[in-house]
Nanobody, 119 residues
């Protein structure tokens, strides 16, 4: 089992920055992936970014590439999502998720944190 708890959501103006944090615990191996997804009102959940637990590889959706940065804080055992140059279309509930390896789907999910970007 893996437990995930997100934090850091809130209201931010367009062009601003926000940092989300996902505290991960449980059975996480070096081959595990932790990712961020988001779901806007009336839209399907979409992939945002992911990192392999050993931090060797990172992955981004085209819509956030160059603006968002995913990283792992070893000391805190968290996966952070630094969001810069935020746009109103980034408004969504952001979810942290984990999977055992690239061979598995994301099966562990956090409760989500709301990010609202005002224009």
């Amino acid at each position: 089992q893996v437990q995930l708890v997100e934090s850091g959501g809130g209201l931010v103006q367009a062009g601003g920055s926000r940092r989300l944090s996902c505290a991960a615990s449980g059975r996480i191996s070096s081959n595990s992936f932790v990712g961020w997804f988001r779901q806007a009102p009336g839209k399907e959940r979409e992939f945002v970014a992911a990192i392999r637990w050993n931090a060797a590889s990172t992955y981004y959706a085209d819509s956030v590439k160059g603006r968002f940065t995913i990283s792992r804080d070893n000391a805190k055992s968290t996966v952070d999502l630094q969001m810069d140059s935020l746009k109103p279309e980034d408004t969504a509930i952001y979810y942290c998720a984990a999977r055992k390896s690239s061979l598995y789907d994301y099966e562990y999910w956090g409760q989500g944190t709301q990010v609202t970007v005002s224009s």
